[in-house]
């Protein structure tokens, strides 16, 4: 019988550890909870786990703490960072620095689960990976051995998938996740839809740039327009960015209309 796959639960909110471990274990999953980073230290100290909720917000530490001894522990480990909207810049800190994603609360148990399943199946592919590398090591040495030659031993490294380094852009204030399709500006997270998301980003791109009307419908959608056109098909979206990001979107600092042209983002 195959042993269960082991999951480190760490938040402080007895609540909501408490649910998501129940989650998890009726998903078959061996769970182990922590309330704050004491004892999630000397659950790590115990011994590796298969995965790892880390919250960012513990009564004795802060995750962002803890995750370079997590990694220093067990390199390869995936660590899924558990945030509310109010922390989402410090989740992003958290993925640049080696956390395998973060997930928002409340959560979302399909989500949730979705999630953990990817994860632990991405993990396999290096895992595995390294045992075949092993084996043919041995393999190798034991041929030389029979040939009467020296046989060098190779150290297996542990790999990993790379963070990918264009995630995230961020403009001055503005950051936006471009996996999770997320927004945050000042720390504070914001919704947007999802086409206007993708004209957000095209002006990020090319800020503090202005992007003219044609430009930004092609990249955003991927419609050839004429300026009339793109023109109205631009300001909808705009106006929907205004009301989010501008304190008055009447007198925007973010989101500029450069008269004859198109926008820019200026932060």
């Not at 995750?63 to 989740?91: F, K, Q």
Request: charged content about 25%; some cysteine; glycine content about 2%.
């Amino acid at each position: 019988m195959i042993p269960a796959q082991t999951i480190l639960v760490v938040d402080d909110e007895p609540n909501l550890r408490h649910t998501l471990s129940l989650i998890l274990q009726r998903a078959g999953f061996q769970v182990t909870m922590a309330a704050n980073g004491k004892e999630t230290m000397e659950n790590l100290r115990a011994g590796a786990y298969d995965l790892v909720f880390l919250d960012l917000k513990l009564p004795d530490t802060s995750g962002l703490v803890l995750l370079p001894e997590i990694r220093r522990l067990y390199p390869d480990m995936p660590v899924l960072i558990l945030t509310a909207h109010a922390t989402l810049e410090s989740a992003m800190e958290a993925v640049r620095q080696g956390a395998r994603d973060y997930l928002l609360k409340p959560i979302d148990p399909p989500h949730i689960l979705a999630r953990v399943h990817e994860v632990l199946a991405e993990q396999q592919q290096p895992r595995r990976r390294r045992e075949i590398v092993s084996q043919v090591q041995e393999l190798l040495a034991e041929l030389r051995q029979v040939d009467g030659t020296e046989a060098p031993v190779t150290p297996v490294v542990p790999t990993l998938p790379a963070a990918d380094p264009a995630r995230f852009l961020v403009c001055g204030k503005l950051t936006v996740d471009l996996h999770t399709r997320h927004v945050s500006i000042d720390n504070h997270y914001v919704s947007l839809p999802p086409s206007t998301f993708d004209y957000l980003v095209v002006l990020m791109r090319h800020s503090p740039r202005a992007v003219s009307y044609e430009v930004l419908v092609k990249e955003a959608q991927a419609y050839d327009l004429s300026r009339a056109e793109a023109r109205d098909m631009a300001r909808w979206h705009i106006h929907e960015m205004r009301k989010v990001l501008e304190a008055d979107p009447r007198h925007p600092s973010y989101i500029i209309t450069v008269r004859d042209i198109g926008y820019c983002l200026v932060t």
